[in-house]
């Protein structure tokens, strides 16, 4: 067992710990892009086994990731290491009867699929094919695994698909041809290819070939760029793939209207089971019997962010109907329970995602766990296994009853790590908002907190606008990261934000600047009478995308509120915005329609028609590859600022799309971020 492996298994176990503990220190960015991180955890059909991964950087800043194998049954039973070798396991699933796990990896040069027998052995390679394999799912007999693909509609094998892709490699032109949006899409230029799916025989032996299902269909699946195989199942009964989508069209750039489709495992016609709605299907699962299919439905077409309804379907009758019509939450995944009577989903609930049990007979709903933000990993019949996150927890693994009692832990990844740091304690709260609404937030004592002082805000504005700064640990807008700078964080989640009822979140479609800018007035007045320690006389406010937005807004409607602003991704002209960005449904649905039809709103909520009025410091960041909110918009912010004389800073990568994923780019947003405030501020 190599070093770093088996320090991790120590500490993933509890085991270890420094002879000389450190006094924690207050938190940072380079403690946060070393942290252990969990993936890929995976739970046997019995409830017994649990394996998930672990990404590790060591003492060296060498990175090593693992799976580990924990024995459920036994509350004193300690991880083990099933895997060594070097690179990732990823998308564990285990084989129904238990004694095997299959993962996807990259040990043969390309992204294949392994089983790896629990008992000892090597894992041994799956599939062999021509192309990389982008996820997958197994049926439930185990007998027969679906796999997505990138390839070329065309295409008749996978063969023809290698050579294409190699051909465009090797052209002398580099000139790209479309002949219909959308062209790109998030941070990727269309290529013309297509995630389709591929099913094949798993009997032992090696897979070389598979069924492309959906061949010929110029549709996608899973839908890029964010979704995965949580849109794709099988029929219980092995004979069919159900899966979400498109249907082939010129429309891409401003249609949400995804269906879900039926098509047998051999290949051959499709069939729409959800045809009635022009809005988006998603997420199709089966009860294990094959009588229920539930799935997740949208009822407006053209917005991303409405409540997704539960829909269950008899398929014994035919008959369909929204489960839980009355509770106003937007689930983002469901799981039956073993005997189908029971969906556990997982919601955005006021500034929590919390786990609900749903009774499908008569719409009952019951909140299960409700703290931190959590994500569904299996459901048995011994309990509900879900990873949880919190303001000052960055994920772990744990278990609790299906009455939703007997929590119990069941991971440590960062025991050692978070014993060396220090967080900001916080606090949920609220205040009268726009109309007298109540609205929510969260606000984080600096780290170095001493009673009786005064201490400089960090007013951060989440993105979305449809989103939320809850109470989650993130890889990239951390707010103990303020904090442990010596700032007081308040975070407020303002009219259109999500996980307070779907009018909520509707009231900022047709309002970008109108509430959502009361709120952040309301708020930050509030938090700092509710809190005397917060000083809203010396406050510098930040936020991406949206919050970018909000920033240059502010900068118009606001610019007496802060001492500066920093400005990530955020539109500066909503003009050339609708032009130049990607998914055109989203500007469409919240200005109502194209900017051809309704120029007046567009202008109304445009900041660059109110840049009169700028004059705080604002420091500008933004990423080439960003096709949601291209970088012309941070540079024509950027470039006014620079002509008026008004203090100004521009931070660009070439390497990032509309977020900043690579760690070391990471840490110099920020150093560059709090170096900006530090400067603006009087701490």
Aim: net charge negative; proline share 4%; charged share 20%.
């Amino acid at each position: 067992m190599k070093k770093t492996s088996l320090l991790l298994a120590l500490m993933t176990a509890g085991l270890c710990s420094s002879v000389q503990a450190a006094a924690p220190t207050a938190f940072n960015v380079q403690q946060l892009v070393n942290l252990n991180k969990l993936h890929s955890a995976a739970v046997s059909n019995d409830g017994t086994k649990l394996v998930y991964g672990v990404k590790i950087k060591d003492a060296n800043n060498e990175a090593s990731s693992d799976l580990y194998l924990l024995d459920l049954s036994d509350k004193n039973a300690k991880p083990m290491q099933l895997t060594s070798a070097a690179g990732t396991e990823s998308d564990v699933t285990f084989a129904p009867d238990g004694k095997s796990i299959y993962f996807m990896a990259s040990r043969s040069g390309s992204s294949q699929i392994y089983k790896l027998a629990l008992n000892g052995g090597e894992a041994i390679q799956v599939t062999d094919l021509p192309l990389d394999v982008n996820g997958y799912k197994l049926s439930q007999d185990g007998k027969q695994v679906v796999m997505t693909l990138r390839v070329f509609p065309e295409c008749k094998d996978l063969q023809c698909s290698k050579d294409k892709f190699q051909a465009e490699k090797d052209k002398k032109t580099t000139g790209r041809e479309y002949k219909q949006l959308m062209v790109r899409h998030w941070d990727t230029w269309e290529d013309h290819a297509r995630n389709h799916l591929f099913v094949a025989p798993l009997n032992g032996n090696k897979i070389t070939t598979a069924i492309n299902v959906t061949q010929g269909r110029d549709t996608e699946t899973p839908p890029k760029p964010f979704s995965g195989m949580e849109e794709v199942t099988f029929t219980p009964d092995g004979q069919h793939i159900v899966y979400s989508a498109k249907a082939p069209s010129t429309d891409q750039a401003w249609t949400t209207n995804y269906d879900l489709w039926q098509v047998s495992v051999k290949g051959g016609e499709t069939t729409n089971l959800t045809p009635s709605n022009a809005a988006w299907d998603a997420q199709p699962v089966f009860s294990a019997d094959g009588r229920y299919l539930a799935y997740l439905a949208m009822s407006k077409p053209g917005f991303e962010a409405d409540r997704y309804k539960i829909m269950l379907r008899d398929n014994a009758t035919g008959d369909e109907r929204e489960v839980a019509p009355l509770w106003d939450r937007s689930p983002s995944s469901i799981n039956f329970s073993s005997d189908g009577r029971t969906l556990y989903v997982t919601a955005q609930d006021v500034g929590q995602v919390s786990i609900f049990e749903v009774n499908t007979q008569f719409g009952d709903v019951r909140p299960i766990y409700n703290q931190g933000s959590s994500h569904l990993v299996a459901v048995t019949s011994k309990g509900i296994i879900f990873d949880n996150t919190s303001l000052t927890e960055p994920g772990d693994l744990y278990k609790i009853n299906l009455e939703g009692e007997h929590l119990t832990r069941l991971t440590e990844v960062n025991k050692d790590k978070l014993a060396n740091i220090k967080f900001g304690e916080y606090q949920q709260f609220n205040f009268k908002g726009w109309n007298d609404e109540t609205v929510h937030g969260y606000w984080i004592k600096p780290t170095n907190f001493e009673e009786g002082k005064q201490y400089p805000i960090a007013y951060l504005v989440h993105g979305g606008p449809q989103g939320s700064f809850g109470n989650s640990f993130s890889g990239r807008w951390n707010a103990q990261l303020w904090a442990g700078a010596g700032y007081g964080v308040v975070m407020v989640d303002f009219h259109g934000s999500t996980g307070y009822g779907q009018a909520f979140t509707d009231s900022i479609s047709k309002d970008w600047g109108g509430k959502p800018l009361e709120d952040l007035q309301k708020g930050l007045a509030a938090v700092a009478e509710q809190q005397p320690w917060l000083d809203a006389t010396n406050a510098c406010a930040l936020g991406g995308s949206y919050g970018g937005y909000m920033m240059n807004w502010i900068q118009g409607h606001w610019n007496t509120g802060f001492k500066c602003l920093v400005n990530h991704a955020g539109l500066f002209d909503m003009r050339s915005m609708y032009h130049v960005t990607e998914e055109l449904w989203f500007p469409e649905y919240d200005f109502g329609g194209p900017y051809s039809d309704n120029k007046a709103l567009y202008e109304k909520f445009n900041p660059v028609n109110y840049v009169e009025n700028w004059k705080t410091p604002m420091l500008i960041i933004h990423g080439e590859k960003d096709f949601r909110v291209p970088y012309g918009q941070g540079l024509a912010a950027f470039s006014y600022m620079q002509r008026k004389g008004i203090p100004s800073e521009l931070l660009m990568f070439p390497d990032e799309n509309h977020w900043i994923l690579n760690q070391d780019n990471l840490q110099q947003w920020y150093n560059n971020v709090l170096g900006w405030m530090d400067r603006w501020t009087a701490k």
